[in-house]
């Protein structure tokens, strides 16, 4: 684990770095090597700001902190970062092995600062099988995904046959 310690408008005393670098050290636990984490203090007129980026094969994090104590605002930050890296060592242990689905995150460290949930995106491979319009509307009455792709066999093209409401369906022509 190699941690960066850097400051703007701060002195960095040999006790301050010690100090998180034995707050860190928690994070090595969730996280495989290497990890790099880079620390930046900084003190705005009465704000003492920690900014902490971890980048790791897990991912890159990033949190920031302010607060009036230096040493409260570097406890804050380590907490937030040791949470976001638990959720995502939890997301990667429960995606379950041998399916052909894939799960990706998008803005998950955005969402975490905003205090909002993270977009999910599943993918998963269809296959495509050939069928009248008549069919596909069979198809998606016996499937819980709302949406069938199929290609159309009058015309050949590739469409997508999805339900709006009950007994009102969409059909989007590729």
């Known amino acids: 684990m190699q941690i960066v310690v850097s400051g703007k408008n701060v002195e960095l005393s ?3 770095k010690d100090y998180i670098e034995k707050k860190l050290v928690r994070l090595e636990k969730y996280l495989g090597e290497p990890i790099m984490i880079q620390v930046v203090l900084s003190t ?3 704000r003492n700001i920690v900014d902490i980026t971890v980048s790791a094969k897990e991912g890159v994090f990033h949190t920031s902190e302010d607060m009036d104590d230096m040493y409260a605002a570097i406890d804050k ?4 970062m040791e949470e976001m890296v638990r959720r995502k060592k939890e997301k990667i ?3 379950p092995k041998g ?3 894939r799960e990706s995150t998008v803005g998950e460290n955005l969402g975490a600062s905003l205090g909002e949930e993270e977009i999910r995106i599943v993918e998963e491979s269809i296959d495509v099988k050939p ?7 069979l198809q998606i009455g016996e499937d819980d995904k709302g949406f069938v792709v ?14 709006k409401r009950k007994n009102l369906f969409g ?4």
């Open 14 to 16: 040999p006790s301050l």
């Open 44 to 46: 705005e007129r009465f």
């Open 77 to 80: 930050a380590v907490d937030v």
């Open 93 to 95: 242990k429960n995606i």
């Open 99 to 101: 399916r052909d689905n």
């Open 131 to 137: 069928m009248s319009i008549d069919e596909a509307l």
């Open 150 to 163: 199929f290609i159309n066999s009058d015309t050949g093209r590739v469409n997508v046959l999805y339900r």
């Open 171 to 174: 059909l989007i022509t590729l």
